[in-house]
């Protein structure tokens, strides 16, 4: 019996000693890394009514970008943010802006079927934008149409947005 014993004693003994626990820090995932940036763009003939800016770091093959273009204050005070693509009409025709980015930049343009330069300079000049970093875990669960409603599922406020 006491051979018995000191057998379960030692075996016991034996595991305990081959179990240990080693603590390793979580891998930052790019569900972390939602931002959200502001931009001022001057659509001019020098720069092909094209601005071009770079992400540094750059993004995640799953990331989305979306961007808002600021349109004015409602009647309690609050910024209104229109998605891109934005199309207005005009006497002259159709322009728009709109946007493309890649994992490492992306640009705001303006396209017309007339010239732009024809245009009061409130559509070409210091024109403001809101960029958001929308990590690919989102991307199909937020309301793309609405900048309050993608700020809120990604824990950003306005002191998160970043001037660039």
């Known amino acids: 019996m006491k051979k ?6 030692l075996i016991t003994t034996g595991l305990f000693q081959s179990c240990t626990y080693t603590e390793t820090p979580q891998p930052i995932t790019n569900e972390l890394l939602a931002e959200v940036f502001e931009v001022k763009a001057d659509f001019t003939k020098a720069n092909e009514f094209r601005n071009f800016y770079t992400l540094k ?5 799953s990331d ?3 961007v808002y273009e600021f349109s004015g204050v409602d009647k309690s005070g609050a910024d209104i943010w229109k998605p891109l693509p934005q199309i207005y009409t ?9 946007f493309d980015f890649t994992k490492f930049d992306f640009s705001i343009f303006m396209d017309a079927n007339f010239d ?3 245009l009061n300079n409130s559509w070409r000049l210091n024109k403001t934008f809101r960029i958001v970093i929308v990590p690919g875990k989102f ?6 149409n609405n900048l309050e409603n ?15």
């Open 150 to 164: 993608v700020m809120n599922v990604l824990n950003l406020t306005e002191g998160s947005v970043k001037s660039l």
């Open 57 to 61: 770091p750059a993004i995640f093959d």
């Open 64 to 66: 989305v970008l979306l």
């Open 4 to 9: 018995l014993i000191a057998i379960a004693l």
């Open 90 to 98: 005009f006497n002259q025709g159709i322009m728009q802006y709109n």
């Open 139 to 144: 991307a199909n669960k937020v309301d793309k």
């Open 116 to 118: 732009q330069l024809t």
